[in-house]
């Protein structure tokens, strides 16, 4: 098992280091709608940054006050404020919302979640001059430190969005693995996937990649977060999978904690690039 809650406390320990004597990094998080995950994502981010002494101002927008001029004024408004480091927008927005245009509206320098079409577009390019998106970020940190080998490896990626498919596919590239992206009209899934000697699960379906898909000995990293009828959290791969995969991430207790601890390094870093 990849251990993502050992591994994301040093992270959160290199991030306050980061820190120094300098102030305190502070994160702007805008929450909009009513939608009880992202509710449950927002404070569990609001309180291990607190646990890690880190500051973080909330932004609590009804479903009914939603309107897209607002929010901007809103993000413009926390694009100038000094004391703010890095601004976080919740996903997903309530439907009718134009999640590009109001992402695209936060400076440069605060998008510590790296959604911007230009952060994203850095990956293509190969720079990594600002902040890599949270859950490819975890996910490499996690590889990196677990010692996996990736250069000249076969890496399946299931799942294209801009958060977590298209940079995870462009970080593995950039490792020099040979990287092949699967979606929802990709044929013989199966197949492509058992060719995989690092398998990313995240196609946001619970617990579909079973064992079958598995090549012997390969390292599969489950994005995927569920929660099913009896309350207990599961991913998109399946519990047998454990007994085929040389390496695996739980859930929970994998890719999670590597996202945060990543947006926590991303807004430490922002504050420290502020202050030098
Ligand atoms: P999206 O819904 O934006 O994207 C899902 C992707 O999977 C799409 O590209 C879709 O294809 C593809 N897909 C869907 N069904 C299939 C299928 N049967 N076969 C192959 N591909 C399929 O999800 P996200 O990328 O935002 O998130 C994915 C999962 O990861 C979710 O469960 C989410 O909750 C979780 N997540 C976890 C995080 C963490 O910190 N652990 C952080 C972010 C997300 P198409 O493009 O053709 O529609």
């Known amino acids: 098992m990849l251990d993502g809650k050992i591994l994301s406390a040093n992270f959160v ?3 306050q280091n980061l820190r120094r004597d300098k102030k305190i990094p502070c994160l702007a998080v805008i929450l909009i709608g009513e939608d009880s995950a992202s509710k449950v994502y927002v404070n ?3 309180k291990i ?3 890690a002494g880190f500051e973080s101002k909330s932004f609590l927008i009804s479903s009914d006050e939603a309107h897209e001029e607002k929010i901007i004024e809103l993000i413009q408004t926390l694009n100038h404020d000094k004391q703010i480091d890095g601004i976080l927008v919740q996903l997903p927005l309530p439907k009718g919302l134009n999640t590009e245009k109001i992402l695209n509206s936060i400076t440069l320098s605060k998008d510590v979640d790296g959604f911007l079409a230009h952060n994203l577009g850095s990956l293509a390019t190969g720079e990594f001059k600002n902040a890599i998106a949270c859950t490819p ?5 996690m590889l990196f ?3 996996i080998p990736l250069s000249g490896k076969n890496a399946v990626v299931v799942g294209r969005s801009n958060i977590v498919g298209k940079p995870m596919s462009l970080l593995l590239l950039s490792a020099d693995a040979t990287v092949t992206i699967a979606h929802s009209k990709t044929q013989n899934l199966k197949q492509l996937c058992q060719n995989a ?3 990313i699960a995240a196609a946001g379906q619970p617990e579909f990649i079973t064992s079958e898909y598995i090549k012997s000995g390969a390292v599969v990293i489950d994005v995927g977060i569920h929660r099913k009828s009896d309350g207990k959290l599961c991913g998109d791969v399946g519990f ?3 007994n085929i995969a040389g390496a695996l991430t739980p859930v929970p207790g994998g890719v999670g904690p ?3 601890a990543m947006l926590m390094l991303n807004t430490a870093l922002s504050a420290w690039n502020k202050n030098n």
């Not at 970020?137 to 940190?141: E, L, Q």
């Open 13 to 15: 320990e290199q991030s």
């Open 145 to 147: 430190t677990y010692g």
């Open 137 to 141: 970020f975890g996910i490499m940190a």
């Open 44 to 46: 569990n981010k609001i």
């Open 240 to 242: 047998d999978v454990k």
């Open 197 to 199: 000697d690092i398998l």
């Open 258 to 260: 590597m996202t945060i």
């Open 49 to 51: 940054f607190k646990e």
